[in-house]
Nanobody, 128 residues
Framework: QLQLVESGGGLVQPGGSLRLSCAAS????????IGWFRQAPGKEREGVSC????????YYTKSVKGRFTISRDNAKNTVYLQMNSLKPEDTAVYFC?????????????????????WGQGTQVTVSS
């Protein structure tokens, strides 16, 4: 079965850290760009970060720059999102998505862009 599986979400206090994982099953991530997205209740889905295949170009949305770090480990077929200095406004369900090659969909911001694979999401709650 071809799928992406996110893990690592949870409840954390403001200022805390979490590391999300996006693991591929049934296919290899080497040729895919991986984007992280989040959706809070009542809000539209938001692109958080993306890393391309090949040269590993990286993108972040402005609100997470300097706090979040995306990385990939092709040997483990996994992409990570290290989240530090978490804020209550980071609370959302976080999803990862695979897009062949480049972060075209992420960069375009097109909510209808068709990614090749989506994960099921992992809840991140930042609260005291």
């Amino acid at each position: 079965q071809l799928q992406l599986v996110e893990s690592g979400g949870g409840l954390v206090q403001p200022g805390g850290s979490l590391r999300l994982s996006c693991a591929a099953s049934g296919f290899t991530l080497d040729n895919y760009a991986i984007g992280w997205f989040r959706q809070a209740p009542g809000k539209e889905r938001e692109g958080v970060s993306c890393i391309t295949s090949g040269d590993g170009s990286i993108y972040y949305t402005k609100s997470v720059k300097g706090r979040f770090t995306i990385s990939r480990d092709n040997a483990k077929n996994t992409v990570y999102l290290q989240m530090n200095s978490l804020k209550p406004e980071d609370t959302a369900v976080y999803f990862c998505a695979a897009d062949i090659g480049y972060c075209s969909g992420y960069v375009s911001g097109d909510p209808l862009y068709e990614y090749d694979y989506w994960g099921q999401g992992t809840q991140v709650t930042v609260s005291s």
